[in-house]
């Protein structure tokens, strides 16, 4: 049997990951406890909100559980799954997982009557680059480093972005039917390692 890949279900959307990844017929796990990542050969990081997120990792134990996971498998975060990952958040002094070099500013773009469905291009899936891109209380990634790769844009901005083992989103790709992100980083992330 294949090793599943868990989702992050300590608060906000995890759900949603669940039914993607359930959609491409990939076997998941709901985590909320360190020993969980055991099974997991891969793992996604939800939206949220980023401080409470910080907040309960540290206190269940998977804070220094996922810098480890990570170590040697695939993590992907979207929107405070994104902003929980990087290495500076530059509104806010808050102590990140750090595995991505990227800087971010939280809800860059307002509060949540801001809230925005809009084109993303993703030139990775060639046949067809657009994206639906649903930003709530979205962050938006200011500076990456030289070993992070660009792979979304809205507009002129990068929503998306990887290094070798970790996946951000600005965006929410799980509130959409289209499964493509999720795919990518099950088959490009996740069974490469």
């Given at each position: 049997?294949?090793?599943?890949?868990?989702?992050?279900a300590l608060q906000g959307d995890f759900a949603k990951h669940l039914e993607s990844l359930k959609r491409l017929?990939?076997?998941?796990?709901?985590?909320?406890?360190?020993?969980e990542l055991n099974i997991c050969r891969g793992l996604i990081?939800?939206?949220?909100?980023?401080?409470?997120?910080?907040?309960?990792?540290?206190?269940?134990?998977?804070?220094e559980a996922i810098i480890a996971f990570s170590i040697d498998r695939a993590v992907m975060?979207?929107?405070?799954?994104?902003?929980?990952?990087?290495?500076?958040v530059l509104n806010e002094s808050m102590k990140t997982l750090g595995l991505i070099d990227?800087?971010?500013?939280?809800n860059a773009y307002g509060r949540?009557?801001?809230?925005?469905?809009?084109?993303?291009?993703i030139p990775i899936f060639q046949e067809n680059p657009n994206f639906e891109?649903?930003?709530?209380?979205?962050?938006?990634?200011?500076?990456?480093?030289?070993h992070v790769e660009a792979l979304g844009f809205h507009n002129s901005e990068v929503v998306m972005a990887r290094n070798q083992r970790i996946l951000v989103s600005t965006f929410h790709p799980e509130l959409t039917r289209d499964t493509r992100v999720h795919r990518y980083f099950v088959e490009t992330m996740v069974d490469k390692q």
């Open positions: 049997m294949v090793n599943p890949v868990g989702v992050l017929r990939v076997p998941v796990k709901a985590v909320r406890w360190p020993d990081l939800p939206g949220g909100e980023s401080t409470t997120f910080v907040n309960l990792l540290k206190k269940s134990g998977l804070y975060g979207t929107c405070a799954g994104c902003i929980t990952l990087s290495t500076a990227c800087k971010v500013e939280r949540q009557i801001d809230s925005f469905f809009d084109t993303v291009h891109g649903v930003f709530i209380r979205a962050p938006k990634i200011h500076t990456f480093g030289n």
